[in-house]
């Protein structure tokens, strides 16, 4: 079904949302600084005792404010999917050189922060979604599949910032409804049909 298409300005404007795009010779995104939450810190590869080897498997085991730490590496959910239902921070070592892939990942918890990875080829038309409130995407690249991120009509009061979006076949980032969600400080660049498609927005 295809939504009713707004005027993309005044959708951004109505939504509060300022989108910086950088242009690509630009000084590039500085790495996110390691900060964890009062929980338990799970780290993933590497070769500390006790690591994780499965990235699914720490969020899995987590709990409502812990941190999850991936060292360098390639990681990827189970069956295709990462399923985020508890309010945890998974943070990369570099983005540069720690990577998700064909994985989607879904937003399914409040107050989530995902930081400090590339991530591509998902299975899924989406690489991550979003339908909750209070999650922070930060020092993110999002590239090579056919939509990038997209935001539901609950998704209220997420911020988005130190993005690359790239090298989407549709849709880079999708607003669907919400509101007070915020982007900012990031580069939305070569993608084959919408940079930033806003619909169904709400004040």
Known sequence: MNPIRKGLVLG????LITVIVIPSTGQDIKKSSFEPLNGRI??????GPGNYSRLWKAVFDSEDGDTVFC??????????????????????????????????????AP???LRGFTIHNSYSSYIITIDTS????????????????WLF??????ILRNLIIEDIGKTGLWIDGGKNNKISNSIIRNNGRDGVYVSNADK
């Open 12 to 15: 951004v404007i109505v939504l």
């Open 42 to 47: 799970l780290y993933v590869g590497g070769d």
């Open 71 to 108: 060292y360098n590496g390639t990681y990827t959910g189970i069956h295709k999917y990462l399923e985020i239902t508890k309010s945890i921070s998974i943070v990369g070592e570099d983005k540069n050189s720690t990577f998700i892939r064909f994985t989607k990942i879904m937003f399914l």
């Open 111 to 113: 107050e989530i922060t």
């Open 134 to 149: 209070d999650n922070l995407l930060e020092d993110l690249r999002v590239k090579s599949n056919p939509y990038g991120i």
């Open 153 to 158: 009509s609950k998704a209220e009061n997420n």
